[in-house]
Structures are given as structure tokens and as C-alpha cells.
């Protein structure tokens, strides 16, 4: 978990900077921070930790209403979160655009308030930007997904600027690693890479 300082501002401040609020991950100098959401975030992490220049990468919720949710609240729906990792990485090594390609490919874009097996808004997918820069190729690749596809108006990601990030429960990070079996059950049995084939064709390959 990383350690996070509360700032407490008037109303009029904290309305302004909520759309410019970089997350709970310091980009330290030499890297910068990137979040998706894809649905359940402990399939999330594997496809970003197989790329070189990724750093780390870190399950939490964003872009809901409430303070320090817990993994009970989001699940229940009641936060307006969404499951999500966020990533460390290394923009000399690995570039923004790259980690969009990789993202894409790990989700079903047409799906809303749902990925695979897991259904609710807190499963919804989207694109979280943290400056001008990511923004503008975020967009760019929305349409350029959407043109691939054959699929204009069909592609619910939402793509909006990042507010706060709040990692989750520490059980969750690296779960993949952590608890194989049961991670490889669950994968499996939601039906994930079996739909990503189905979208992605020869373009996905399962990490």
C-alpha cells in the first residue's frame, strides 16, 4: 500500500482539482503513472507486468463518490467505482500508446457495466488520464478501435480525465501470484480469454 496525505481544501478548490488529481502512485522522476479499468482487476495486472519498462502495477477503485471505499462498498455498486489498476512504468522503456494497445485487447469493449461473468457499473471499463498528453492519445485510440471494429457508437469505454485512485485491500494485490489456483479457476470459468478470442482474434494472447 502506498501512504497517502489528505489535503482538505474549500469547496470551491476541491470541485476545481478533482479533475486533475493525479493518483495515490508518485511518478517519481523517469516514470509516469497510467490507470484502466477492464473488469475484475486481478486480471488486469498480469498483461501490464509481462511489459518491459512496467514498474508496478497496483488493483484499487476509481472514478466513484465516496472516500477510502472498501472492496465490500464497490462490489455492492454503492460507490460508483470501478475496479481498475494502476500502473508505474517507465516512458523511456515503454510508451503510453503501447499500454493502450496492450489494454484494448484485454477487454470486451462493447460490454456495459459488465465485463465477461462480472456484471455492475463497478466493472464498467474505461481509460483514466492523468495529463493533456494521455488524454488526446486516449481519445485517439477510442476512435481508432471503434474504426477497426467496424463498431462507431458501440464502444462503451469511457475515456475521462483520472480523479482518486484508492488501492485495495492488500489481498488483493498480485493475486495472481499469490493464489494461482484459484486465480486460474476464476479466469476461467468467467469466461474471459475464451471472449477476448472472440473480439480480438489473433491479436490477443493470453499473458
Known amino acids: 500500500m502506498y501512504n497517502r496525505t489528505r489535503h482538505y481544501w474549500s469547496a470551491g478548490l476541491k470541485a476545481a482539482l478533482v479533475l486533475t488529481t493525479l493518483a495515490t502512485i508518485p511518478a517519481q522522476a523517469g516514470t509516469a503513472v497510467a490507470t484502466f479499468a477492464g473488469g ?7 498483461p ?22 472498501t472492496y465490500r462498498e464497490v462490489a455492492a455498486g454503492i460507490t460508483g467505482h470501478t475496479e481498475a489498476v494502476q500502473i508505474k512504468y517507465d516512458p523511456d522503456k515503454v510508451s503510453y500508446q503501447t499500454l493502450l494497445d496492450v489494454f484494448w485487447v484485454n477487454i ?9 461473468c462480472d456484471t455492475g457499473s463497478q466493472y464498467r471499463t474505461g481509460i483514466y488520464t ?7 492519445l486516449a481519445k485517439a485510440s477510442k476512435t481508432n478501435i471503434a474504426n477497426k471494429l467496424n463498431a462507431s457508437g458501440r464502444i462503451a469505454t469511457e475515456v ?16 495472481y501470484l499469490n493464489n494461482p489456483v484459484r486465480y486460474t479457476f476464476y479466469r476461467y470459468n468467467c469466461g474471459r480469454d475464451k471472449r477476448l478470442k472472440q473480439v480480438w482474434g489473433e491479436k490477443y494472447q493470453k499473458p
Open 108 to 116: 470486451d469493449p462493447y460490454a456495459v457495466n459488465r465485463q465477461f
Open 40 to 46: 475484475c482487476f486481478w486480471c488486469m495486472e498480469p
Open 48 to 69: 501490464f507486468d509481462n511489459l518491459d519498462g512496467v514498474i508496478s502495477t497496483t488493483s484499487g477503485y476509481i472514478a466513484g463518490h465516496k472516500d477510502n471505499p
Open 130 to 136: 492523468h495529463n493533456e498528453e494521455q488524454l488526446r
Open 160 to 175: 475521462i480525465p483520472a480523479t482518486q485512485f484508492y488501492p485495495a485491500e492488500d489481498y488483493h494485490q498480485d493475486y
